[in-house]
Every structure is written in structure tokens, then in C-alpha cells.
């Protein structure tokens, strides 16, 4: 809808890293700020029903930085 439109475009304008977690810890959105900000893609950041069958926790990407 509208407001997920609104918030599409406030996180792709954002400087600033924005990640967000579910309650897994599992990280649900990376938006281009913290591609920057940690030097990795939204791909690498995001969950298995994006790029592989093991999701990346928060605790992990946070390791690996």
C-alpha cells in the first residue's frame, strides 16, 4: 500500500545503516545505508528465501563484520 511505498523510499534515501531483525534475530531488512556502512550486500545480509538455505542471524552478520 501507500505507507509501504513511503517506507520503501525513506529506507533507499536513508544515509544511515538500517537493519532490522525478527524475533529469530534473523535479518529481515538491510537497506542501502548499512550496505555501505558494513561493506556487504542486502543479499549476503538477508534471509535463506533470498539466497541460500541457512538464514544469517543478526549475531552472525555481526561476527563477520
Sequence with gaps: GESGAL????LAIA???IVIADD???IVL???GAER???RS???AL???HISDSP??????VSCT
Design 7 to 10: 517506507l520503501s523510499r525513506l
Design 15 to 17: 544515509d544511515d545503516a
Design 24 to 26: 529469530a534475530l534473523r
Design 30 to 32: 538491510f537497506n542501502e
Design 37 to 39: 556502512a558494513f561493506g
Design 42 to 44: 542486502a543479499r549476503v
Design 47 to 49: 534471509p535463506a528465501r
Design 56 to 61: 544469517m542471524t543478526l549475531s552472525s552478520f
